[in-house]
């Protein structure tokens, strides 16, 4: 699955999602198979992720700071 453009998605990805969205749009179960490639992908993309930059806690602090101090009851 090698990317020569990494700013493309690669073909065999947009089939999957394209494939996902039509299942989805006509109100059918994801086949199996399919599901099983993009629970795989998106497993190995969190795992690279994880790996390259830890764990980010920021969107609690982020969004106690944006909402402000909470009324006391």
Do not use: C, F, W, Y
């Not at 795989?40 to 106690?64: F, S, T, Y």
């Amino acid at each position: 699955m090698q990317n020569d453009h990494p700013d493309t998605i690669p073909p065999e990805i947009m089939a999957d999602a394209q494939a996902v969205a039509d299942h989805v749009a006509k109100g059918e179960r994801v086949p199996p198979e399919l599901a099983r490639r993009v629970r795989e992908r998106a497993d190995r993309i969190r795992h690279e992720i994880l790996e390259k930059h830890g764990i980010q806690d920021i969107g609690v602090p982020a969004i106690r700071e944006l909402r402000g101090e909470l009324p006391v009851s």
